[in-house]
Nanobody, 122 residues
Framework: VQLVESGGGLAQPGGSLKLSCVAY????????MSWFRQAPGKEREFVAG???????YYADFVKGRFTIYIDNDKDTLYLQMNSLNPEDTARYHC?????????????????WGLGTQFTVSS
């Protein structure tokens, strides 16, 4: 199993960015997938989750700014982020859930990508 994120970089406040996570080595559509983020000095926190046929769910701080979606044909998880602010600066990781449910804690995930870093700054 391998998860490979991409799409990080630099964005301006109010801007947009899309992250991708390609999955290898398992049947992507059978698992829940999520995005987490970790800023320096802070704990890893849940951002958004989804599974094939399920309803996406989000952390409260997303407030309608982010959209998570899945492309099963490409075994890829995406996170479209709009209205970015400096507090969104972090390393973003995708993760595979142990089950298909509304998992929000790191312990409910069994595989993680190395992450992609992006910074929101003017």
């Amino acid at each position: 199993v391998q998860l490979v994120e991409s799409g990080g970089g630099l964005a301006q406040p109010g801007g947009s960015l899309k992250l991708s996570c390609v999955a290898y080595g398992f049947t992507f559509s059978n698992y829940g997938m999520s995005w987490f983020r970790q800023a320096p000095g802070k704990e890893r926190e849940f951002v958004a989750g989804a599974w094939s046929g399920g309803r996406p769910y989000y952390a409260d701080f997303v407030k309608g700014r982010f959209t998570i979606y899945i492309d099963n044909d490409k075994d890829t998880l995406y996170l479209q982020m709009n209205s970015l602010n400096p507090e969104d600066t972090a390393r973003y990781h995708c993760a595979r859930a142990r089950t298909r449910n509304y998992a929000r804690t790191p312990g409910e995930y069994d595989y993680w990508g190395l992450g992609t870093q992006f910074t929101v700054s003017s």
